[in-house]
C-alpha cells in the first residue's frame, strides 16, 4: 500500500503543474521561488515518466533543485522569497561568478539560470506537442526545441548523445498519456492553459536576468 501511494507521489499530473505555475506570478509580476520549485518538481516528474531518454536532463535538475530547496532553507532564506529577492540579495552582496566560475558555483542566480534555460526547451517542446498532428514524429519536435534552446550551452558530446536519446522518443499517444488528465483534448486544452503562464514566468526571469547581465554566467 505504501509503495502505491509513493508511486502515486512519483506520478506525472499536467493538471498539477498547470495549478503551481498559476502560483509562480505574483500580481506585481514577481516569480516566487518556493512555486516555481514546485514547479519544476512536476516536470521532473514527466521527464522520469518517460524513461532514461531525458536522465541527463532530470538528473540535473533534481540537483539544481535541491541547492535551491537549500538556500530557501537556510539562513537567508528571507532573501529568497522571489526570484527577483535573490537576484537583488546575490548582487547586492557579492554572491555571484559574473565572468569565470570562482566560489559561488552553487549562487542561487547561477543554479536557476540552468532550470532557466530547460524549461525554455521544455516550453517549446509542450507547444509543438500540443499542436502536433498524429503523423509528427515527436523526436523531430523534441531536437527542434532543444536546437533552439538548450542546445547552445551544451558541449559537442552533451549535444550528440541528446541527438541519440530523441530518437527513441515514445510517439504522440505516449507523451499524450502520461499527462494523465484523461483524452488527448484535455491534454491540448490544459497545455494549452498551462504554456502560457509557463512563458510568462519565463519572460519575467529572462528579462531580469537581463536587466542584471546575469544570461551568461558561467
Not at 144 to 162: C, D, G, I, K, Q
Request: proline content about 4%; hydrophobic content about 40%; overall charge negative.
Amino acid at each position: 500500500m505504501a509503495d502505491s501511494a509513493a508511486s502515486q507521489d512519483q506520478k506525472f499530473c499536467l493538471q498539477e503543474v498547470l495549478d503551481t505555475f498559476k502560483l509562480c506570478l505574483s500580481e506585481k509580476k514577481e516569480v516566487n521561488l518556493q512555486h516555481y520549485v514546485d514547479g519544476w518538481r512536476g516536470l521532473v516528474k514527466l521527464l522520469n515518466s518517460l524513461g532514461n531518454v531525458f536522465g541527463f536532463i532530470s538528473k540535473d535538475a533534481v540537483g539544481k533543485i535541491q541547492i535551491l530547496v537549500n538556500h530557501l532553507s537556510g539562513e537567508n532564506g528571507s532573501q529568497y522569497v522571489t526570484v527577483q529577492s535573490m537576484v537583488k540579495y546575490e548582487m547586492d552582496n557579492g554572491l555571484v561568478d559574473l565572468t569565470k566560475r570562482g566560489s559561488h558555483p552553487e549562487s542561487g542566480c547561477r543554479t536557476l539560470l540552468r532550470l532557466h534555460r530547460a524549461l525554455r526547451w521544455l516550453d517549446l517542446f509542450l507547444e509543438r506537442l500540443r499542436t502536433s498532428t498524429e503523423d509528427d514524429k515527436t523526436s523531430v519536435m523534441c531536437a527542434e526545441a532543444y536546437n533552439e534552446s538548450l542546445a547552445r550551452h551544451h558541449p559537442w558530446v552533451v549535444r550528440t548523445a541528446a541527438g541519440v536519446a530523441f530518437c527513441v522518443l515514445p510517439g504522440r499517444p505516449a507523451f499524450f498519456e502520461v499527462m494523465n488528465v484523461g483524452p488527448p483534448e484535455n491534454v491540448v486544452a490544459i497545455l494549452g492553459e498551462a504554456l502560457p503562464l509557463i512563458s510568462e514566468v519565463y519572460q519575467v526571469t529572462e528579462e531580469l536576468y537581463a536587466q542584471n547581465n546575469l544570461l551568461d554566467i558561467p
